[in-house]
């Protein structure tokens, strides 16, 4: 009796490690880089309460805009507390703020948008006017004026970013339906008595999600940058939770005598919305054929 050997087939994340795509994007350098970043500044955030040395409220006179040492590795601020355990913290918040705000945009853009480009008429009309007299004003500025007007919090943050963020993606769906409202299989589903928020989600979302993935892997290093400048104004995240953009501001009173506050706020920032870019770079380079087929 012979013994033969019984080949396993691959579990399902050997699978995804050896597909078409997951190849491409070991071959892309902006989105393993991008990827690579983004990584680190989830998990930082995520294992924030176990990495933080100390509590991001505790504060030590003796380490008033102290430097870098062994007790404190990045420095204290302008009341002792820890800039390395500040920064960890910060990331969660600036994390928490663009993960709420990509939620609420994405859902809500990608409802109404695909409503204006598949039914058109009024709705397309009446959507889209509300749409053009949002992008009339500059969408920072919107967004400061929404936050004065509603008082500084992360709430407020949320909801301005919301506001001045869901017509770009209520726009780039509407265009995304419009391409596919006249192909065969739409007119078919039709043919067939589908409900038209049927055809909706089950045909069109399907086929509009890549270019809609792109939009917000590059749209959450805006979110960041938009919570920080919101932050450094004041009216965004408020003391004593940290804030990348909030320790900047507080580190520009020292910043020619104890520069650290300010320059490790910024250095924490810059990397975090690069990693974000460059993953969105890669993610619409793989994704868009016209550029992938080059």
């Not at 419009?178 to 043919?191: C, P, W």
């Not at 055809?199 to 919570?227: D, T, Y």
């Amino acid at each position: 009796m012979t013994v033969q050997s019984v080949r396993l087939p691959q579990g399902t994340l050997g699978r995804l490690w050896h597909s078409e795509f997951a190849v491409r994007f070991r071959r892309n350098r902006n989105a393993m880089i991008g990827s690579v970043i983004v990584l680190f500044v989830v998990l930082v955030a995520f294992f924030a309460p176990v990495l933080a040395p100390y509590s991001y409220e505790e504060t030590d006179l003796l380490a008033t805009w102290a430097a870098p040492s062994a007790d404190h590795l990045l420095g204290g601020d302008q009341l002792g507390r820890d800039i390395l355990s500040r920064l960890i913290v910060g990331a969660r918040v600036s994390l928490l703020v663009a993960i709420s705000v990509l939620t609420i945009t994405l859902s809500i853009g990608i409802l109404l948008g695909m409503i204006a480009g598949y039914f058109g008429g009024w709705t397309d009309a009446l959507i889209m006017r509300v749409v053009d007299v949002i992008f009339a004003f500059p969408e920072l500025i919107f967004a400061i004026l929404v936050a004065a007007v509603l008082g500084p919090s992360k709430l407020t943050v949320i909801i301005s970013l919301s506001i001045v963020w869901w017509p770009g993606v209520a726009r780039l769906t509407r265009s995304l339906v419009l391409q596919l409202r006249s192909e065969l299989y739409v007119d078919a589903a039709i043919a067939c008595g589908t409900r038209p928020f049927t055809i909706l989600f089950r045909h069109l979302l399907p086929n509009i999600v890549a270019p809609l993935i792109v939009r917000a892997s590059i749209g959450v290093g805006f979110l960041i940058m938009a919570e920080a400048t919101l932050s450094f104004l004041g009216i965004g995240v408020q003391e004593p939770e940290p804030s990348w953009g909030g320790m900047i501001r507080d580190g520009l009173v020292g910043l020619r005598t104890d520069p650290y506050l300010a320059l490790f706020g910024s250095m924490a920032l810059g990397l975090t919305i690069i990693g974000f870019n460059l993953l969105g770079d890669g993610m619409r380079d793989l994704l868009d054929p016209k550029i992938r087929d080059r």
